[in-house]
């Protein structure tokens, strides 16, 4: 009985390779799976994978087709169902070509960017208000 416990506790340490963009504003993909289908909003995005939420999840280990909904061109990918939640489904990315690669990393460059010029800017403005 202990040791069921012990092995149903999440690591101290992130298992991921790559970190991730929380609630990238607008990113949206098409995703289907032996049946399912759904157009979903992105939880989080990072280079090995994204959380997608949805009320119609699949089963852990199915492969899934996906197609981001985004400006910056086709991104299309493999993935693997990695944890199913309440709220929707992580995914871990199998396969993309390089140049969906590319523009994923573009889109993940912009999102920080952004991050990194609202934070300069509200410094500015709290600086001169001072």
Same mark, same amino acid.
């Given at each position: 009985? !202990?040791?069921?416990?012990?092995?149903?506790?999440?690591?101290?340490?992130?298992? &991921?390779?790559?970190?991730?963009?929380?609630? #990238?504003?607008?990113?949206? $993909?098409?995703? =289907?799976?032996?049946? =399912?289908?759904?157009?979903? #909003?992105?939880?989080?995005?990072?280079? %090995?994978?994204? !959380?997608?939420?949805?009320?119609? #999840?699949?089963?852990?280990?199915?492969?899934?087709?996906?197609d981001f909904?985004?400006?910056?061109?086709?991104? @299309?990918?493999?993935?693997?169902? @990695? =944890?199913?939640? #309440?709220? %929707?489904?992580?995914?871990? !990315?199998?396969?993309? &070509?390089?140049? %969906? @690669?590319?523009?994923?990393?573009?889109?993940?460059?912009?999102?920080?960017? &952004? $991050?990194?010029?609202?934070?300069?800017?509200?410094? !500015? @403005?709290?600086?001169?208000?001072?």
């Amino acid at each position: 009985m !202990f040791a069921e416990s012990i092995s149903q506790q999440k690591p101290l340490y992130s298992r &991921r390779f790559f970190s991730r963009v929380e609630q #990238p504003e607008g990113v949206w $993909v098409y995703w =289907h799976c032996k049946g =399912h289908e759904d157009t979903s #909003p992105v939880w989080d995005l990072g280079l %090995g994978g994204l !959380f997608v939420q949805t009320a119609r #999840p699949a089963a852990v280990g199915a492969s899934v087709k996906v197609d981001f909904l985004v400006q910056e061109g086709q991104i @299309r990918s493999l993935a693997v169902v @990695r =944890h199913v939640g #309440p709220n %929707g489904i992580g995914l871990k !990315f199998s396969a993309m &070509r390089d140049e %969906g @690669r590319q523009r994923l990393q573009e889109l993940m460059q912009g999102f920080t960017s &952004r $991050v990194v010029v609202s934070r300069s800017c509200r410094n !500015f @403005r709290e600086e001169t208000d001072a």
